[in-house]
């Protein structure tokens, strides 16, 4: 028996969530098994949490789109039983059983190696929000190599900054030596966003009111988490021959804009999708966050709790009131 947020649905109770035993031979049929040592509370994480939108499609369902652990278990080629793993997306926590729980069983496929130089934990303080500030900046780094745009050339734009993808997009873009902006609708968060290495805080109601089609060039890059009118305000303020990565929907799915940027200033729009990116794309953003993330930095944007809290955090972390990055003890 293994301890677990277990969520399920029916006509007589309707959405619960509860933190249960489960018997091991409830698991999903995957070729890898893990000891699961660490998760974390992603945003996604608070919706299958309250259930306030319907991003579980199975039921009974252990949410949890991270894990970090050890193989216990393996009939994969790739894993060997000790091999230390992560696991982002693929549906877990939405169509597979994910990490909030001691033991996952999945597809092998599905799992990086854990990188030499970062521990479970600390891969768990990154998890799937850091990783896809990752691939938000490597994204940006293979159009400026391209447009020869230099770190220090101009000033990149970081939305929801106090959240977890952006946390860790201001340290990381910090740390290639350009000089970001970061927006937050907490003020009080700028002495922290600072410290992970933004130049400039600037208020969230700067970007999130309706704006111009082409406003003043301003940004050579941005990673925008909150989409609708402040991701048309920062296409509309990209200088000419910019990039904008977005990678998230905290304001809405809706994009309120025009062609204006794209056809009269050549800005280019990236769509980040973190959950069924290959493998070559995973190994390479975790060996960067690896390389580059100052440990210092990811320390001060990270908090732990033990797995019996961590559904409380669901509502907060919808409600834009958790900081950084929260990681998951599932053995406290």
Known sequence: MFKAWKITKTDAEGYRCALVDVDE??????????????????????????????VVRQFPMVPGIDLAGTVAASRHPRWRVGDRVILNGWGAGETWWGGMAQKACVRGDWLVALPPGLTTRQAMAIGTAG??????????????AEAGV????????????????????????????HAVVASTGRPQEADYLKALGAAEVIERQTLA??????????????VDAVGSHTL?????????????????????????????????????????????????????????????????????????????????????????QVRGRVVVNVSA
């Not at 025009?258 to 990116?277: C, E, H, K, N, W």
Request: glycine share 12%; aromatic share 6%.
């Open 131 to 144: 990783y896809t500030a990752m691939l938000c900046v490597q994204a940006l780094q293979r159009h400026w």
């Open 25 to 54: 031979g409830e698991l999903p049929e995957g070729d890898v098994t893990v000891q699961v040592e660490w998760s974390t509370v992603n945003y996604k994480d608070g919706l299958a949490f309250t259930g306030r939108s319907p």
């Open 209 to 222: 009111a309706p704006g111009k089609p082409l406003q003043k060039e301003r940004w050579i890059g941005v």
């Open 232 to 320: 048309a305000n920062a296409c509309a303020s990209t200088r000419y021959g910019g990039a904008v990565t977005a990678c998230g929907l905290a304001q809405g799915m809706d994009l309120p804009t025009t062609v204006a940027p794209f056809i009269l200033r050549g800005v280019t729009l990236y769509g980040i999708d973190s959950v069924m990116a290959p493998l070559h794309r995973r190994e390479a953003a975790w060996a960067q966050l690896d390389a580059l993330l100052d440990r210092r930095r990811l320390d001060q944007m990270t908090r732990e709790v033990p797995l019996a809290e961590a559904a409380a955090l669901g509502s907060q972390i919808l409600a834009g």
């Open 150 to 177: 230099a770190a220090g050339s101009g000033e990149v734009l970081v939305t929801g900054a106090g959240g977890g993808v952006g946390s860790v997009a201001v340290a990381l873009l910090a740390a290639l030596g």
